[in-house]
């Protein structure tokens, strides 16, 4: 599971969510005690009351794995799709055995279910269901030895059925039905699912915890024009009598059922290979074109995964799909990932937002969480931090060492950041919601965890236990202490304290250090002291280290050390004084670490020292000081462009216009060239006028040639606005947001049918800001262009399948543009009054409308308190 990292749409979906109220809750029925519970509240004996303020009297909850009485080995389904209602109908078949005890009832999760039927050997058995879990008796007890196949006939109504959602998943709905009934011409039919964590059981009746796993067969009927696509291979397509068509999909290696997937639609599907297996991109068929650079490298990463893994790729194919409206960035379904739209580009898109890293996520959750799957919730990170960790690999093997460094100082960032609010030990028993281990600290701590474990066993012992791991583990559920005991098996070690500290453990070390030169006894002392919070981080870390000691003519001198006290002294003998030194050399650690340099010790890191990470700090320290012109001037011949972006940022440093001119032109990387023609633009307009002109004619990067687009309409509005439309009829699916942006700044009703089509066409990930330019536009227009605008925002109100977010902002934005009428209206003659007080009622009845036909009473209720009305 990759999480969507976009801070605009993650602010935009807490302001929308607040706005848009709580989800539903679903009530249970009374003959909920026949579930065993996933959680277990021990009571301590009472207490007196002198202890009543100092001791707990129970202890917290503990989400432990989940308790397994059956063993489900296979599961076969039997679908088609009511799209109308939005149904599931389906034909269920599970062969399962008891785990060890015998038992003459089988329990499974099923949600919104109706149950026509539930038999053994074609004979009916009896069944209670509450809306959430089937209680089935069965026709004997069976035990351990036995096998039994129950055949379930049922509908599954996920659309009905009271859903909620998370940060990371914001729903857990399982199945969607993306406009099932073709109410908006501009987006296709499609159907998906998201099983994680625990969703799947809202269209199949299964045994959903992820310490379960069996084999699968999907069948699925559709219409004809529709692909279909689900874990392992098709077996066969068979065309029926009635324009539909039966897909058989069998996978015969065993996987959890959250896992579970199937993707039904109108693809583009674009073959590869590995080693003679098949690797299939589906697309949407405009996208087919780019659809290998979409999903670029993916062959490459499946050879290079498999061979440090020294563990072939398992499954028996690998495809990956972007669906419209996804409820979360991307997931793992095995040999199936299914990817949000966002990542769905243009090649030209693709040269500034590549999607590398969630395609290498994805792929390398194959390993981990699908082939090794964490046996509870709270163990996450064995599948998440893994994923996280993949990404830095790919970057360090594709695009060097620097370029996964910067990622890594990202994710620290990120994690840093999270930290501030809350932490808690990457493997959590206490979770409040299984929901809310899907954070910065199962993703990203976790695989700064595993970088620091890298470090202290070696690469070669790294990934030789990260294969034992993988062989030893095979298609099970894990706990971390398996990781841990893969590692010590390889290498010898006693790593309990690093699991210990990293995994069992909260927070992360915040160090003090101060570095002093003794030129009488020719000594450099370091002094670290611990600072974190030891109410909320480990009170002492155990931080094997080094310190680096640079000497004045580069050359440096590395000394291991140990920090294991609060407060701690290295004295280390240094026959002159050290031009730099450096705790943490090769920046490893987790750790916020607060040191103090002087200038001429940051020129000397950013000289001497070959780490990304030192050469980043020496220039962001740097930034305001305009002593540092020196260092600036090398940082623009660094292979690595953001260190060549940030040569081009510093302010004190003077450029002659041809090497910015160069440099905007001809730089290897789009980040160098748009920066080096911002900083062109206010150095010298007249040559960047000229330059701008060049790069509209050259250029592919889109954040580039927005800049150079702008800059010319701000001096020519007309040449800009030609130089517009000429990209808008070039780049319309590439540079949409950039362009709509330019047309609703002036006041031309023109570019009002461009606005209308992309907004009623937009995905979740360009509403929001097209909705902004089109009512910015409309708002100038007169009365006939304010309703034209309100149409194509109507189109999007009135749809049952439409993000109810999209929805409300379409309503209100009509609201809006109804205010802006009553304005036109005062300032108007009278004959202006009589059309314009016409388009108001146009308007307000428009409104009535979309309230009284909206069947979601959370948002009717939103418009009615908002708009109201």
Same mark, same amino acid.
């Given at each position: ?40 509240? %021990? ?80 004979k009916d058995l009896k069944f209670k269901y509450n809306g959430r879990k089937i209680i089935i008796t069965l ?32 729903? =857990? ?90 993707? %039904? +639609? ?23 074109? =780019? ?22 790729y398992p499954w028996e194919k690998y495809s990956q799909i972007v669906v419209r409206d996804f409820v979360s960035g991307a997931m793992e379904n095995t040999t199936a ?119 202290? %066993? +070696? ?411």
């Amino acid at each position: 599971m990759y999480k969507m990292r976009i801070n605009f749409l993650l602010g935009l979906f807490f302001v929308l969510l607040v706005a848009c109220g709580t989800q539903k809750q679903y009530v249970e029925s009374d003959f909920m005690d026949f579930e065993f519970l996933d959680t277990l509240v %021990v009571k301590a004996s009472p207490i007196s009351s002198s202890q009543q303020d100092t001791v707990p009297i129970e202890l917290p909850v503990y989400h432990g794995e989940a308790k397994r009485t059956h063993d489900l080995l296979h599961t076969k389904l039997d679908l088609s799709f009511n799209w109308e209602k939005e149904y599931v109908l389906g034909v269920a078949t599970l062969d399962i055995k008891p785990l060890f005890y015998s038992t003459s009832t089988l329990t499974l999760d099923a949600i919104g279910f109706d149950i026509h039927s539930i038999k053994i050997q074609n004979k009916d058995l009896k069944f209670k269901y509450n809306g959430r879990k089937i209680i089935i008796t069965l026709d004997k007890e069976y035990t351990r030895e036995e096998q039994f196949k129950i055949v379930i006939d049922y509908t599954a109504k996920p659309s009905e059925t009271p859903t909620s959602g998370s940060f990371a998943i914001t729903s =857990d709905k399982g199945l969607f039905f993306i406009n099932p009934r073709k109410e908006n011409p501009h987006k296709p039919q499609q159907i998906w699912t998201q099983g994680e964590t625990e969703h799947n059981s809202r269209w199949f009746p299964t045994i959903d915890k992820p310490n379960e796993r069996c084999t699968q067969e999907m069948i699925l009927t559709v219409q004809d024009r529709f692909e279909t696509l689900s874990n392992g291979l098709l077996i066969s397509s068979t065309k029926n009598a009635n324009g539909t068509r039966t897909d058989y999909w069998k996978q015969e290696l065993p996987h959890a059922p959250y896992l579970f997937m199937i993707a %039904v +639609g109108e693809y583009a599907k674009v073959n590869d290979k590995w080693n003679n297996m098949d690797v299939d991109y589906y697309v949407e068929k405009e996208y087919e074109p =780019d659809a290998k650079a979409i999903f670029n490298h993916t062959p490459e990463m499946l050879d290079f995964f498999s061979n440090i893994l020294d563990y072939p790729y398992p499954w028996e194919k690998y495809s990956q799909i972007v669906v419209r409206d996804f409820v979360s960035g991307a997931m793992e379904n095995t040999t199936a990932s299914i990817f949000g739209e966002f990542v769905q580009k243009t090649e030209q898109e693709l040269i500034d937002r590549g999607n590398d890293k969630i395609v290498a996520h994805e792929l390398f959750h194959h390993w981990f969480g699908d082939l090794v799957t964490c046996e509870s919730w709270s163990n996450l990170t064995l599948n998440e931090g893994f994923a996280n960790y993949a990404e830095y690999l790919w970057l360090e093997h594709k695009y060097g060492k620097f370029s996964a460094e910067h990622h890594r100082m990202n994710e620290q960032n990120g994690y840093v950041e999270s930290a501030f609010s809350r932490t808690h030990p990457l493997i959590d028993y206490h979770y409040h919601d299984k929901e809310d281990m899907f954070d910065a600290h199962s993703y990203n701590k976790g695989g700064l965890v595993l970088h620091m474990l890298r470090d202290i %066993v +070696g690469d070669e012992a790294f990934f030789m236990s990260l294969s034992k791991y993988l062989k030893d583990n095979e298609f099970t559920a894990v706990e971390a202490d398996e990781l841990r005991l893969s590692f010590e098996d390889i290498t010898g070690l006693d790593l309990n304290w690093f699991f210990n500290q990293w995994y069992f453990s909260e927070g992360h070390p915040i160090l003090e250090v101060s570095y002093n030169y003794d030129f009488s006894k020719s000594m450099l002392n370091v002094k670290v002291e611990q600072t974190q919070d030891p109410n909320d981080h480990v009170p002492i870390f155990i931080l094997p280290t080094e310190i680096a000691i640079y000497r004045k003519d580069g050359s440096v001198d590395k000394h291991n050390v140990t920090i294991n006290k609060r407060e701690q002294s290295f004295s280390i003998p240094c026959d002159d004084e050290p031009a730099v030194a450096v705790l943490d050399g090769k920046r490893y650690l987790l750790a916020e670490i607060n040191e103090v340099f002087s200038t001429a010790q940051l020129k000397a890191l950013y000289r001497h020292s070959p780490h990304f990470l030192d050469k980043h700090i020496a220039l962001t320290r740097l930034r305001n000081n305009d002593r540092a012109k020196d260092i600036y001037a090398l940082a623009l011949n660094e292979d690595y462009h953001l260190l060549r972006d940030m040569g081009i940022d510093y302010e004190y440093q003077t450029f002659s216009s041809k090497t910015l001119d160069d440099l905007a032109l001809n730089d290897l990387h789009s980040a160098v060239r748009k920066s080096a023609f911002i900083r062109l633009k206010d150095d010298n307009p007249d040559l960047a006028y000229t330059v701008a002109k060049q790069i509209l004619e050259k250029e592919k990067s889109i954040p580039i040639l927005t800049q150079a687009v702008r800059f010319v309409s701000s001096v020519d509005q007309s040449e800009g606005l030609n130089y517009a439309e000429n990209l808008y009829s070039k780049y319309k699916n590439s540079m949409s947001i950039s362009l709509l942006d330019l047309f609703s700044k002036g006041e031309d009703m023109k570019y009002l049918p461009y606005l209308n089509e992309a907004l009623v066409s937009a995905n979740i990930y360009k509403f929001f800001p097209i909705a902004n330019y089109h009512l910015t536009l409309a708002s100038k227009g007169n009365h006939d262009d304010i309703i034209s605008a309100a149409k194509a925002l109507e189109s999007i109100s009135v749809s049952t399948s439409e993000n109810s977010y999209k929805k409300f902002i379409a309503t209100n934005n009509i609201s809006k543009l109804k205010s802006k009428l009553v304005n036109l209206m005062v300032e108007g003659t009278t004959e202006n009054r009589s059309n314009i007080n016409s388009a108001v009622v146009t308007l307000d009845e428009m409104i009535k409308k979309i309230i009284e036909n909206e069947s979601d009473e959370e948002l009717k209720q939103k418009y009615i308190s908002n708009l109201g009305t």
